[in-house]
């Protein structure tokens, strides 16, 4: 009691004496408009968004020739994640911080529910992974394996329990046979599940067990080199996962959303089904956008290990049907799937078999970079559009809107000072993500984060965090209330 009538008094001192941040003289930009204002923050909320706000005592921040955003929203993140005989590189603390710097002030990553295994358990040690270490307010998704062996209903149960707790989606993987695949059964039943609950499904939609037999194929065969993980995953069997799984959530009456969708073949698929109302979602990611199997591949040597993830990257005309997937909400999120592992000592675990190349490809830090460069900059996106799809659609589909992906009065303060012409080379050398490479090595973008706010504390300044490791909350995420209601 003592305790806490005395965090309460302290809070309303504060109240008193801080006079709160106005950001002065920006354009703020929203997924609906771009609006010359100043924006009022005050106990970690937007309090008003205006021109004119008066100075009075406020800390000035100013914005001219800045675009004000909200906060950078990555919705598909693996941190300090067991894959592939090794752990992820970046954890918590340095995957967040990354995140921070490079404009992103909220990630929703993975738990994942080992096979015959309890969710809670799960959900349990990816709190403990990010306490004490997340720098930036984090969601967690769930990855499902199995329900049990009771018909599914220990599992349904469990699902229900996750909701509850803010945890208001599910990854369902069609691919990895034998770690992570789950079957049609599983899988329908847990769309099912979501249909009353709630709740988002989220695919990982690969025809694994096909491309198993080809995998094996080439493995007899002797070919072993990287560029096999990509030759031996067809575009169609990524289309063939995506109908089947929006074919199954279509039965069960519940939306659909297809993560790390690679290419047009898959594209189609979405497409067809939104065209008949069908409430199917899908994200791509900047290295499905700007990277190909021309480009990154042909050296056809161990370097090309640094391209292995899941979809594959595939060839060079599928990106710009990715951009016009955007453009036409086909595609309704950019993410990263940040899913780092060190060349030198981790990629190499597959030196002589592609299949042991732990999946996954590091990126936190550089999506808003890219993006507004290649998508805005080029002329594909408009500023309203690339706000959409890297925040405001990402919290309105999770279940964080409008607490997060907005800049409105009640909102959080989660906000970057972007500025436009600032110019930035990528590179390992410079990055700040906890990984000996980088994908996107030498790419020049125009416009980079100057300043960053999380729930109205500077975190990231001229790209140096501020803030105190471990700072960032759990964020307890809505069920429905997403962009289908
Ligand atoms: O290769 C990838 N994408 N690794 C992360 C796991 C996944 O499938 O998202
Ligand atoms: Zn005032
Ligand atoms: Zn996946
Ligand atoms: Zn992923």
């Not at 004119?52 to 990555?74: E, K, N």
């Not at 009353?196 to 198993?212: K, P, R, W």
């Amino acid at each position: 009691m003592g305790r806490a009538h005395y965090n309460y008094s302290y809070r309303k001192e504060l109240t008193k004496t801080d006079m709160g941040t106005l950001i002065q003289k920006g354009t703020v930009v929203t997924a609906q408009a771009t609006i010359a204002a100043d924006v009022l923050i005050e106990d970690g909320i937007i309090k008003e968004v205006r021109s004119g706000i008066p100075s009075d005592g406020h800390t000035i921040v100013d914005a001219t020739h800045m675009l004000v955003l909200p906060g950078g929203i990555d919705a598909h993140t693996h941190l300090d994640m067991p894959f592939g005989g090794t752990t992820s590189a970046d954890d918590f603390e340095t995957g967040t911080r990354a995140a921070a710097i490079g404009g992103t002030t909220t990630i929703v990553d993975f738990a994942i529910q080992s096979r015959g295994t309890r969710m809670r358990h799960a959900l349990d040690a990816w709190w403990k992974k990010a306490e004490g270490k997340s720098c930036i307010d984090y969601g967690l998704h769930m990855i499902v394996t199995d329900l049990g062996s009771d018909q599914g209903k220990t599992g349904l149960d469990d699902m229900d329990d996750m909701v509850r707790e803010g945890v208001a989606s599910f990854k369902l993987f069609m691919a990895y046979p034998n770690v992570l695949m789950a079957d049609d059964a599983t899988i329908f039943k847990a769309l099912k599940q979501t249909a009353s609950n709630g709740a988002l499904i989220c695919m990982h939609a690969e025809n694994g067990s096909v491309i198993d037999v080809i995998v094996q194929q080439a493995l007899a065969e002797g070919k072993t080199a990287p560029i096999y993980h990509a030759l031996t995953r067809p575009t169609i069997a990524e289309a063939e996962a995506v109908q089947r799984a929006i074919a199954m959530a279509e039965i069960a009456g519940a939306p659909v959303y297809i993560v790390h969708l690679s290419s047009e073949d898959a594209l189609n698929q979405v497409r067809e089904a939104r065209d008949r109302g069908v409430p199917a979602f899908a994200e791509t990611c900047p290295q499905y956008l700007l990277l190909s199997i021309e480009d990154n591949m042909k050296n056809q040597s161990f370097e090309d290990a640094k391209f292995v993830f899941t979809p594959p990257l595939r060839e060079k005309k599928n990106q710009a049907k990715l951009w016009d997937g955007l453009k036409s909400d086909n595609l309704q999120v950019v993410s990263t799937d940040h899913c780092p592992f060190c060349f030198a000592d981790q990629k190499t675990l597959g030196v002589n078999d592609f299949t042991k190349i732990p999946n996954g490809g590091p990126g936190i830090e550089n999506r808003l970079q890219l993006i507004h460069h290649y998508g805005v900059n080029s002329g594909k996106l408009t500023l309203n559009r690339f706000v959409e799809i890297t925040s405001t659609a990402p919290a309105r589909i999770f279940g964080m809107y409008p607490r997060k992906g907005t800049i409105a009065p009640g909102s959080d303060a989660d906000i970057v000072i972007w500025d436009p012409h600032a110019d930035h080379t990528i590179s390992a050398a410079t990055h700040n993500m906890r990984v000996d490479y980088s994908m996107f090595e030498g790419f020049k973008v125009k416009g980079n984060a100057r300043q960053v706010f999380s729930r109205g504390e500077l975190i990231v300044e001229h790209g140096n965090f501020l803030g105190k490791i471990g700072r960032g909350q759990y964020l307890r995420r809505a069920a429905r209330g997403g962009a289908w209601q």
